[in-house]
């Protein structure tokens, strides 16, 4: 989403039925059109207290071009600044975030993380963008392009040893290596594979818990009256793809806290890694079984239709991409 010149001359506009899988409503046809109508006027700093009362996660702002912004980002108590144009899109005199990051860094002054994002897509850039004083470089080009070739896999792949600037150097600054040297493989074994099986779990149940929200709120609006909503074989149906879910959903946060508590040492072990897989397992056959259970439920009409508002089609297309 976001606002691209190029769009607005060709006056670009989605396919009819292609819309985000992670977004629910419509207007989604104009992606420029759309992220203008998004805008909030009314949002300040107190929004930050907000996400704080809602969320225990991290909460950085992104788009800090200015000294007085970062001030008023450390004040608001944030975790982390992110100095970005996003993209160069939304306003053509933005300036670069590596002209801006100097003074965002003075500002700061070490009190929080300061990130640098924004056109990242060799290894140049990650060497070059510490420089002025950022703390880390973002990529996201890469690890998206990586992630639809190879999923997992891909995006593991995406590391800075296969970048000539890196391998000319001699060595990535001690401060931005990712464990010891020679130690990648560890990283990956302990960190990575665990919070990717996590992280995809985590999607698969989203997308089945939309689909059952979704599926209730049909079922409770004036047009399915004439369904009997005590019906034994209805409510059975949707007693077992709320278990399907609900089993996934325990799961999760099971094997989340094990990951949590175990030592560091032992983050890598066969006990850890075969809970792990059987989280993966049971999620990308729950998953899909609920919104099949679904599909039957409501019927054709709504499950597979491109315009029908429900999308349990797609929810069920993206449960069975490869994994």
């Known amino acids: 989403m976001g606002r691209r010149l190029r769009d607005l001359r060709n006056g670009f ?47 950085l702002v992104e788009g800090v071009l200015t000294a007085a912004d970062a001030r008023h980002a450390v004040e608001a108590g944030v975790d982390g600044t992110v100095v970005s144009n996003h993209g160069g899109r939304q306003l053509d005199g933005a300036p670069a975030p590596l002209t801006v990051l100097p003074e965002v860094v003075a500002a700061v002054d070490r009190t929080c993380p300061v990130l640098v994002d924004g056109g990242v897509r060799r290894g140049t850039g990650v060497l070059t963008a510490p420089a002025p004083g950022a703390d880390a470089t973002l990529v996201g080009r890469p690890a998206l392009h990586a992630l639809a070739a190879d ?7 995406t590391r800075g040893t296969h970048s000539v600037p890196m391998r000319c150097t001699g060595a990535v600054p001690h401060n931005q290596v990712v464990g010891r040297h020679g130690d990648f493989r560890r990283v990956m074994v302990d960190v990575f594979a665990p919070l990717a099986r996590l992280g995809w779990s985590a999607c698969w149940l989203g997308t089945a818990a939309g689909a059952l929200s979704r599926t209730l709120r049909l079922l409770r609006s004036p047009e399915e009256r004439r ?18 879910i609900d ?36 999620a990308s056959e729950q998953c899909p079984a609920a919104v099949d259970e679904l599909i039957e439920l409501i019927g054709l009409r709504h ?19 490869p994994r």
């Open 303 to 321: 499950g597979y239709l491109r315009h029908q508002p429900l999308g349990l089609e797609r929810a069920l297309r993206d449960l069975r991409l």
């Open 227 to 244: 369904r009997n909503l005590k019906s034994e074989l209805l409510l059975t149906r949707l007693s077992r793809a709320r278990r399907r």
């Open 247 to 282: 089993t996934v959903q325990a799961m999760l946060s099971h094997v989340a806290d094990v990951y949590v508590s175990l030592p560091e040492w032992e983050r890598g072990g066969p006990s850890w890694q075969l809970l792990a897989n059987a989280l993966k397992v049971t």
């Open 151 to 157: 999923p997992e896999r891909g995006v593991a792949r």
């Open 13 to 59: 506009r989605l396919p009819a039925g292609i819309a985000p899988a992670n977004l629910t409503g419509d207007g989604f046809g104009s992606p420029g059109d759309h992220a203008l109508t998004e805008f909030d006027a009314s949002l300040d700093w107190s929004v930050v207290t907000w996400l704080r009362s809602v969320s225990v996660l991290p909460v």
